[in-house]
Structure formats: C-alpha cells, structure tokens
Nanobody, 121 residues
Framework: QVQLVESGGGLVQAGGSLRLSCAAS????????MGWFRQAPGKEREFVGA????????YYADSVKGRFTISRDNAKNTMYLQMSSLKPEDTAVYYC??????????????WGQGTQVTVSS
C-alpha cells in the first residue's frame, strides 16, 4: 500500500515558478515508478511526466518539456515537480501517481488527492 499526498500548489503569475511535492507513505516507495498528471476544467486528465524508481529515467509531455523537472528523494519518500516559465494553460489540478512501472502509471497504482495550480496571465 502506498498513500500519496501532494502539496505546493497555489496561484502564480505567468512566467513564475512553483515546486510541487508528493509525499508517500509505505516502505516500498523506492520500488515504485512515480508520475505527475494534471486535469484542467472540462478536460481529461493528461500525463505531465514520470520518473523511474531509481530516478535515472524521466519522461515529459511535449507541452512541459524544458520547463518542468521531475525528481525524487527515496530517502524522504518524496517526489517533486519543479515548474518554471509557467503559462496560463498550465492551470489544472495536479495529481501524483505511483505504480510498479512507468507504463502502468495511468491505468493502475495509487493516486494522490491533487493540488490546484493556477497561473494568471
């Protein structure tokens, strides 16, 4: 069992930065791939990025590549999403997810409750 809690969301102006955190409970955190997804009002949830259990491999959606960075600290059971050069279209509820592999993040595993990110123009 893994429980996930996101934090760090808020209101920021376009061009600004935010860092989201996803704190996980459970002794098996380091064995799970982790990822970030987001859902804007009226839209389906979309993939933002993912990181392997070791942190050695990361993937990003084209829409955030070069602006967002995912990292994890297995000693602290925490994953991070550093967001820079934020745009109004980044406004969404951001969710973290954990699964045995990156390929299964969207379909299964564990989800947090989400944290709101609002980017004003």
């Amino acid at each position: 069992q893994v429980q996930l809690v996101e934090s760090g969301g808020g209101l920021v102006q376009a061009g600004g930065s935010l860092r989201l955190s996803c704190a996980a409970s459970g002794r098996t955190f380091s064995s799970y791939a982790m990822g970030w997804f987001r859902q804007a009002p009226g839209k389906e949830r979309e993939f933002v990025g993912a990181i392997s259990w070791s942190g050695g491999t990361t993937y990003y959606a084209d829409s955030v590549k070069g602006r967002f960075t995912i990292s994890r600290d297995n000693a602290k059971n925490t994953m991070y999403l550093q967001m820079s050069s934020l745009k109004p279209e980044d406004t969404a509820v951001y969710y973290c997810a954990a699964a045995p592999s990156i390929a299964t993040l969207a379909q299964g595993g564990y989800w947090g409750q989400g944290t709101q990110v609002t980017v004003s123009s």
